[in-house]
């Protein structure tokens, strides 16, 4: 048997299987009231393998009018959406091109050729030439710079440094910064990257060999000073990247889940010279905070002990890896205001969400706000600790030092697909933002985003503070949900509207689910279009179809739909968002709002308590446990409970693209300015793999956006491994450099005084659950040096 006979053999095989699979998914969904069409293309498919067996000229009349029908269909259904069109049509496109190739037509007894062969075949190579063209042209920056470059410094060297994470205390990630224009943005080019290395040490447990890093560096004077994920702190210099001194504080991170940190604090100690009269501040995977001198990286020996405070002091029996904090301590009045990483999803009794502030020169501990006695601010008694299992504030805190509020976003009463067990105050305050007195700890307002959250739908986003030119000063509320509350920070009042609506209900046995929840109608939502079975997805027809039977099995009654135990439920959005913890940048001047946000859906179910425990499903302990990855515990509760991505057998998402959004809003007006994919397909692929195609896709991010007074956004946050500058009125891509891994950081412009430039900086350190791979880089980059 020649190599002919065995390729059309293996193609009529081919087709058998497709027809088994689609016919299988097609009587599915005829059953749940889905699409006829899958079941239909079965049919055909097997007809058309089985005709060719048979060597039939009526395989050629029977396919064209199946696929004259599946474009009719695919059009009606998608309309000239290209994502939407290409599981549709592409796998039926190409069975229709080999059968018209000379070597099944010779298979099948017929001549190579026929009346138009030489049309289609010519016409073939060029479509692929013409397609390739057009995809690398959408990868190309439409304007070429021509823009000059102005040297002279700012007006004063406050303007060029980024001095707390989000640069001001209120984490607006503007800069008044001007030498990088839309007109020259395109001279940007790579002027130093530093390797973070290891750490130094070499825990068991550790990643060998690289840190994963979403730092957002400071810039103070001449330096730069930043985290790894194994808060090692380093000091570079700003203008060159070298390294001036990096400490080491060897942590314990066993059980640690989530190796983070986001960046460190500062604070210049008034009327203070020599030894730690300016200080960095972080906070570690093994709950301790520490103090370093800015200028050596030593301990400051009069803070806590010997440079630290214990963490856990308080928090009664910790098990390790259960508390730690990933995000810079707040600084206002003299004072670091910090929460803390709770552990998802083990048990009742988890450690306290306590927010706690100390002195910023002594350690000594000031105040604390625990949920569970939120009138009693001082430490535990001793055999006491802060109440068990209450909300806590993992993401970064905002602060107003002329008010003297901190404002603190809050997660949910541990754990979070079961609610029946919390108390009046967790209801109170949990997936909220809380203004709290920087001298007292007092909750002077609470603004609750989400009622009696069964979703974990805790708020992650740093509140972002913007002055109105009305007088107002106002708060923006980013959330998971997609939905931004815009409120007056010194009452909480919403500025903007905001309506109690009424939600799906049915809620599992010792369960509720509150009637109504509040949607910010005043500003426009983010969590993405509304999933029908329409919108699943897929690579080709067959996990389409999984997809829309999964889709259909799921209950969906629309965004916060509860999760039950009969089957899965289907999350919209899902848990990385709507917006994370990447939040948003505002243009003060400008009044516009940066906002990136992702769509990924979530497939979740409770599992009841007995099936749990015979599966094996019990909280982490020093030792592990099953709980990690898409299984939560629960214990105390009478639901473990399953959360996982909602992915087709071949782990693409189960809704078609895009799955990540940029967005601009207009806050004169609070409405959309514009709205755009982000991102590539040139990262994603199917199961895991890159498939370095660079269409516009819209894809997954982590990660925030930074603003600019000339109207430039920078950020990275895609799974796509580029760092871009953006029109910030218009939405133009402008600039972008590939980097070694995913950008999941905030980035940070800066001035450097040696040079007389302004720097852009971002962390690419990846993440290690999406396809953005890992790194230790951090990378500048810069104008052309003045000749």
């Known amino acids: 048997m020649n190599f002919s006979r065995k390729l059309h053999r293996t193609f009529i095989g081919f087709l058998f299987f497709i027809s088994v699979v689609l016919v299988w998914f097609g009587v599915e969904l005829i059953v749940l009231g889905g699409s006829v069409y899958y079941f239909f293309a079965g049919l055909v498919t097997a007809a058309v393998a089985y005709l060719s067996t048979k060597k039939s000229k009526t395989v050629y009349p029977l396919f064209a009018a199946f696929y004259l029908i599946t474009l009719i269909w695919a059009f009606w259904e998608s309309g000239f959406n ?127 060999g690289i840190l994963t890093i979403e730092a957002t560096p400071l810039k103070i004077g001449e330096r730069l000073y930043l985290c790894t994920g194994y808060n090692d702190v380093i000091a570079l210099n700003a203008e060159t990247g070298q390294e001036v001194w990096r400490h080491r504080p060897k942590i314990d991170d066993h059980n640690v889940t989530t190796k983070t940190c986001r960046g460190v604090a500062h604070y210049r100690v008034p009327d203070a010279t020599g030894l730690c009269s300016q200080r960095i501040y972080t906070a570690t995977l093994d709950a301790r905070l520490l103090a370093l001198d800015a200028d050596t990286g030593k301990p400051c020996p009069d803070f806590g002990a010997d440079g630290q405070v214990n963490l856990l002091e308080g928090m009664g029996d910790v098990v390790k890896g259960y508390y730690y904090v990933t995000s810079p301590p707040a600084v206002i009045r003299g004072k670091l205001v910090l929460g803390g990483w709770v552990m998802d999803g083990q048990h009742t009794g988890e450690p306290s969400g306590v927010i706690r502030a100390f002195d910023a020169i002594s350690g000594q501990f000031v105040w604390a706000f625990d949920i569970g006695r939120p009138d009693f601010h001082g430490l535990p008694e001793a055999g006491e600790s802060f109440t068990r299992g209450t909300p806590n504030s993992w ?169 039950g135990t009969d089957r899965p439920t289907l999350t919209w959005p899902g848990y990385i968002g709507g917006v994370n913890w990447g939040s948003v940048s505002i243009d003060p001047e400008r009044l516009l709002m940066m906002v990136n946000t992702n769509h990924v859906l979530m497939y979740n179910q409770l599992i009841p308590r007995q099936q749990a425990d015979a599966d094996g499903i019990h909280p982490v302990t020093a030792e592990g446990g099953k709980s990690v990855g898409i299984y939560a515990a629960q214990a105390g509760t009478p639901y473990a409970a399953e959360s996982q991505p909602f992915l087709s057998f071949l782990a693409a998402p189960c809704q078609q693209p895009p799955y990540g959004l940029i967005s601009a809003v207009d806050l004169n007006t609070q409405t959309l300015l514009w709205q755009k994919p982000f991102g590539t397909a040139r990262d994603s692929g199917p199961v895991l793999l890159r498939s370095q195609l660079p269409i516009p896709m819209g894809v997954p991010n982590l990660g925030g956006s930074i603003t600019t007074a000339t109207g430039l956004t920078f950020i990275g946050a895609t799974q796509e491994r580029m760092f871009r500058a953006i029109d910030s009125m218009t939405g133009q891509e402008l600039w972008k450099a590939r980097l070694p891994a995913g950008g999941h950081a905030t980035p940070t412009t800066y001035w450097s005084e040696q040079s007389n430039r302004q720097f852009v900086v971002i962390s690419a350190g990846g993440h290690g659950a999406m396809l953005s791979g890992r790194s230790d880089a951090i990378m500048a980059f810069a104008l052309p040096q003045k000749q």
């Open 82 to 208: 290209g994502w939407a069109l290409a599981p549709r049509l592409a796998m039926f496109s190409v069975i229709g091109l080999w059968l018209l190739s000379p070597g099944y037509r010779n298979n099948m007894g017929l001549s190579p050729g026929f009346h138009g062969s030489k049309v289609v075949w010519s016409a073939v190579p060029t479509l692929i030439i013409v397609s390739v063209l057009i995809l690398f042209y959408n990868d190309r920056i439409p304007h070429p710079p021509n823009g000059d470059i102005v040297y002279t410094p700012p007006i004063n060297t406050a303007q060029g440094e980024w001095p707390f994470y989000g640069n001001s205390q209120g984490g607006t990630r503007h800069s008044p910064l001007t030498q990088i224009t839309p007109a020259n943005v395109g001279l940007l080019e790579p002027v130093w990257t530093y390797h973070a290395g290891t750490s130094g040490y070499e825990p068991e447990s550790m990643f060998k």
């Open 395 to 563: 993401g970064v805190m905002s602060a107003d030092e002329e008010l003297g509020l901190i404002y603190a976003p809050t997660g949910n009463a541990t754990p979070d697909y079961f609610g029946g067990h919390r108390t009046a105050n967790d209801e109170k305050y949990s997936s909220a933002v809380i203004a709290l007195n920087a001298e007292t700890g007092e909750d002077v307002w609470t603004f609750q985003t989400t009622h009696h959250d069964l979703w974990d739908y805790d708020v992650a986003s740093q509140p972002v503070l913007i002055d109105l030119p009305d007088g107002k000063k106002g708060l923006l509320q980013p959330t998971k949900r997609g939905e931004i509350f815009f409120l007056d920070r010194t009452t909480g009042e919403p500025i903007t509207k905001v309506e109690e609506l009424p939600v799906p209900q049915g809620a599992v046995e010792g369960d509720w689910v509150s009637p109504t929840q509040p949607f910010s109608t005043g500003m426009p939502s983010f969590k993405g279009p509304r999933p029908t079975e329409k919108t699943m997805w897929g690579l080709t027809p067959l996990d389409q179809a999984y997809c829309r039977v999964k889709f259909l099995k799921a209950r969906f009654e629309g965004t916060l739909t509860p999760v």
